[in-house]
């Protein structure tokens, strides 16, 4: 269980910091593919905001209702990487090669491009919620009661 | 080859680590943990890597340090004090021995940036020619990693995926 942070400081840099690492990370995500960056770490910096923000404000403020809300996620990242490998089997094609997308209107490289979005986008989908769900995982009541219990 | 700011930065690596492993307090071992993986980005940012140590500074620097600190308040206080017996001869011996091994091993290595190197000669230049006409990708590592060998990447996820499963099943006990 944690309790929301004392410190109007803290309180006051978290209202302004957590919307910019979470604004960090959708770019980190989606500029993946012309610089450094990509899924994993994109996925990495939004589960880090959320966790700031239970951190900051414990785990009854109305943020981290939200936040658990994100947990009922767990695994549509991956079912959202493996659909896309499905739909290329749809498509005719081996399991996960994006040519063949059907997308109208697409060249071969832009069906690739668009593959490689999607499955960035199920990476970061499944690190995010999984970074939370430890979280969530290691601060719950039942382990300090149990460590203090022996 | 070494470039010259590189000794500095490998000096503060060996620093931290050895802090990492001596000092007696499990938070400050944490925090010092945490200053290996940001000097460890630094190097691989230095040798061209950027997306590595994009990762380390993410993951080693960040979520794995509030992971470990999370864990350390999680048990008791009393755990957070480290008693540790001195080393054995033995272990003085042998050590030492395996880094000699290793850095005769080291000898064989290609130089750094070596174009016939046997990494750089199989299959990377074809990735590094066609990335951009294939998936119109300018960072061939994305590239490599979501499109050529996107299977692996899967896998990846499945692992990530499992283990949040395993730490939900083991640390939430409702009964």
């Known amino acids: 269980m944690i309790r929301p942070h004392e410190s ?4 006051a840099l978290g209202y302004f910091i957590i919307p910019m690492v979470q604004i960090f990370g959708l770019y980190v995500l989606f500029f993946g593919q012309y610089g450094p960056g990509g899924g994993f770490v994109g996925g990495v910096i939004l589960g880090t905001g959320m966790i700031l923000s239970v951190l900051i404000f414990g785990h009854d403020a109305s943020q981290s209702q939200i936040i658990k809300k994100v947990l009922h996620c767990d695994g549509v990242g991956l079912l959202i990487y493996a659909g896309v490998g499905g739909l290329c089997m749809i498509g005719g094609g081996e399991f996960l090669n994006y040519t063949n997308l059907e997308i109208p209107g697409l060249e071969t ?7 490689i979005v999607l499955t960035q986008i199920g990476v970061a989908v499944d690190v995010a919620v999984t970074a939370v769900s430890i979280v969530f995982s290691l601060s719950a009541e039942e382990i300090i009661e149990d460590s203090i219990n022996g | 080859m070494i470039f010259s700011y590189e000794i500095p930065l490998l000096l503060l690596l060996l620093i931290t680590a050895a802090g990492a ?9 944490v925090l010092l943990l945490g200053s290996y993986s940001f000097f460890l980005a630094l190097v691989w940012a230095g040798l061209g890597a950027v997306d590595v140590a994009f990762v380390e500074a993410v993951v080693g620097a960040g979520l794995g340090t509030v992971l470990f600190l999370l864990t350390l308040f ?3 206080p009393k755990d957070t004090r480290l008693r540790r017996p001195p080393p054995s001869a033995l272990t003085l011996i042998i050590f030492p021995l395996l880094g000699v091994l290793l850095l005769y091993a080291a000898n064989d290595l290609p130089e750094f ?6 990494a750089s000669v199989h299959i990377s230049p074809t990735y590094l020619e066609q990335s951009y006409q294939d998936t119109l990708t300018p960072n061939v590592v994305t590239s490599v990693l979501m499109d050529y060998r996107s ?3 899967m896998v990846e996820t499945v692992v990530i995926f499992a283990s949040g499963i395993a730490c939900a099943l083991l640390l939430r006990r409702h009964s």
């Open chain 1, 8 to 11: 109007v400081i803290v309180q």
């Open chain 1, 109 to 115: 490289a832009s069906r690739r491009s668009l593959g």
């Open chain 2, 21 to 29: 492993i001596l000092v007696k307090d499990l938070i400050s071992a």
């Open chain 2, 74 to 76: 999680g048990t008791a």
């Open chain 2, 113 to 118: 940036g070596d174009p016939n190197s046997p």
């Open chain 2, 151 to 153: 299977l692996d990447t």
